[in-house]
Nanobody, 123 residues
Framework: EVQLVESGGGLVQPGGSLRLSCAASGFTFDDYAMYWVRQAPGKGLEWVSAISWHGGDTYYVESMKGRFTISRDNAKNTLYLQMNSLKSEDTAVYYC????????????????WGNGTLVTVSS
């Protein structure tokens, strides 16, 4: 059974940092690209970042470039998102999702999602 479990969310002040983790199990982690997607209160899903199976290719939404860093540790079956210089508009539930293939962008879609972790940026 595929499982994706996010952690690391919480309340942080504007300008602060958080590191999200996503522990993966039930599939061969290093065969697949992975994504972070978020949903702000009352809004739709928004792409955040993606990383290829080997970690050599990454993608960021423009508004997050230079502030967020995606990475993965294939030995630990774990995906990360380092978030710096957080803004109130970054408040959202952050989901990790498994791609249907190894590369980015994916032509296969996202086939498994975690339950999400809430990030609240507020003073």
């Amino acid at each position: 059974e595929v499982q994706l479990v996010e952690s690391g969310g919480g309340l942080v002040q504007p300008g602060g940092s958080l590191r999200l983790s996503c522990a993966a199990s039930g599939f061969t982690f290093d065969d697949y690209a992975m994504y972070w997607v978020r949903q702000a209160p009352g809004k739709g899903l928004e792409w955040v970042s993606a990383i290829s199976w080997h970690g050599g290719d990454t993608y960021y939404v423009e508004s997050m470039k230079g502030r967020f860093t995606i990475s993965r540790d294939n030995a630990k079956n774990t995906l990360y998102l380092q978030m710096n210089s957080l803004k109130s508009e970054d408040t959202a539930v952050y989901y990790c999702a498994k791609s249907g293939g190894p590369t980015i962008p994916t032509p296969y879609g996202l086939d498994y999602w975690g339950n999400g972790t809430l990030v609240t940026v507020s003073s």
